[in-house]
């Protein structure tokens, strides 16, 4: 008999712990379609974003014909960047993540042109293939809170948004 409370007391407690999973905050918003004018798919954004109501997103170019920026707010909390540059030639996406934004021993795909951890990633695209030696163009996406780092979701991101970049001609563009 004492076995039969035992699994009664569990029970319990497992029908109090998923009660309690029905109650957390849902996403009301829309999963944009694109970052800074590049189209990703919402089942690689999606898992970075938080719940919540309202999702807007803002694009600037802070330097023209060099650096475009885009930032996902959710209900006014800022939760993804994304940062992409025209650089001199030559840094490796591993360099940019570990020197310039701390990522600490990031993983590395797509031929070591994409380096990423859970809450950021960097691609580089090699504009010497294209005639111009002395450019490449870089992408930071960086997660921030209360967004949700999640590393597999970041390499897809990140690589969905490289991919869809070079289909733009971005070497060739301003």
Known sequence: MPRIVCMTAAAT???????????APEREYTVPKSLCGITVPEESLSPLLPPGKNVTSEEDTPVPDA????????DG?????????????????????VNQISVQQPK??????????DWAAVSVI???????????????????KPGKPDESAMKDLITEYTSALKTQDACSGP
């Open 77 to 97: 909390d800022h939760v993804l960047s994304v940062e992409r540059e025209r650089r001199e030639a030559g840094a490796s996406a591993r360099d940019i993540a």
């Open 67 to 74: 650096i475009t920026t885009c930032k996902l707010t959710v």
């Open 108 to 117: 590395s795909a797509a031929n070591r042109t994409i380096a990423y951890a």
């Open 126 to 144: 090699s504009c010497r293939e294209e005639g111009n030696a002395e450019e490449d163009i870089s992408t930071v996406i960086k997660v921030l």
């Open 13 to 23: 407690a497992i029908a109090v712990v998923a009660a309690g999973c029905s109650d």
